[in-house]
């Protein structure tokens, strides 16, 4: 308990579904939405099938919510129109309606391919200019921005975690450095939603303490979390782990091809 009542946004996904394990201790009521169907798994949950793309929805579900954790939209590259709707406007619906709600605290899913063409040599913080590696990328720039002007503009308290590479165990040789565990995204969450009221707007990645890591961790200030696990213990399971990396490489991988969008771009 402690938490209020917690609206999760894409709670059937791969992250809500470890994160709806993890607060269902802390919250007082846990009000789960999703567009696919949701079973109740306690007494205080309560689940909704909503499109985020249908504003009257999302503002009726969150309704009484005193935080939400907005994970739904699409997690990777996909056509331009289809992420404008499910991640900016499904965004946008939600901000609307924690400030008709008047609810204190919105924690926004970006991610670190809002910056993906950064090379791997570069630590990046989250004040520097957003260099994203597709239009995935893009649409969490403008997910970020919904939030800053939903803080500037309405006073909201609104903290964008742009997440590493969320996997049970790293199976690759960017994960080494990107690698967020289940642990660790549940600290980071949590922090996120108990940041102090006076929290205005904060971005921050969320990644574990992995000893490659290209991402500077949170503030202590801004976030009241710090990372436990390391990808480098799973190396020696990792084909390729050792193999020599170019520093100049983009952050993002394979994600920063141009294959990688142009599939999704009408020739
Ligand atoms: N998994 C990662 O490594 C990672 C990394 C960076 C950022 N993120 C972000 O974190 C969030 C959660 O990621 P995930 O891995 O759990 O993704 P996921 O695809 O497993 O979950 C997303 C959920 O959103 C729901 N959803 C999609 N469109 C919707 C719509 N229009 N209306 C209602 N629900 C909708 C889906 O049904 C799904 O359950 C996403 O916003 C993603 O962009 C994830």
């Known amino acids: 308990m402690g938490l209020g009542t917690v609206a999760v946004t ?19 009521r846990l009000v789960l939405l999703d567009r696919v169907p949701l079973q109740a798994q306690a007494a205080h949950e309560e689940t909704h099938v909503v499109d985020l793309r249908d504003p009257v929805a999302v503002e009726s579900a969150l309704a009484g919510a005193d935080s939400v954790l907005h ?48 090379p791997t040599a570069h ?5 520097e200019p957003v260099r994203p590696d597709g239009l995935y990328g893009v649409s969490k720039v403008a997910v970020e921005a919904l ?43 949590r922090a996120a939603l ?6 205005r707007f904060a971005t921050a990645y969320a990644v574990s303490a992995n000893t490659r890591r290209f ?12 990372p436990v696990d390391n990808a480098e213990l799973h190396a020696a399971r990792i084909a390729g782990a050792h193999a020599p990396s170019d520093p100049s490489a983009p952050q993002a991988g394979p994600y920063a091809l141009p294959e990688n969008t142009l599939k999704h771009i009408r020739p």
């Open 215 to 226: 991402w500077e961790l949170p503030e202590e200030a801004v976030l009241a979390y710090t």
């Open 194 to 199: 108990t940041a102090p009221p006076s929290t």
């Open 147 to 189: 939030g800053q002007m939903y803080a500037d503009k309405f006073g909201l308290s609104v903290i964008c975690l742009r997440i590493g590479s969320f996997e049970e165990v790293p199976t690759e040789p960017r994960h080494l450095a990107t690698w967020l565990s289940p642990r660790d995204a549940v600290g980071f969450i």
């Open 71 to 118: 994970l739904g939209g699409l997690p990777d590259e996909a056509p331009l129109p289809d992420l404008l709707e499910a991640n900016v406007l499904g965004t946008q619906h939600v901000l609307e309606a924690a400030r008709r709600a008047g609810i204190a605290r919105v924690v926004l899913a970006s991610s670190n391919r809002v910056t993906g063409f950064y």
């Open 123 to 127: 630590r990046t913080g989250p004040r």
């Open 10 to 28: 894409g709670a059937a996904g791969n992250i809500g579904s470890v994160v709806r394990g993890a607060l269902r201790s802390q919250a007082d």
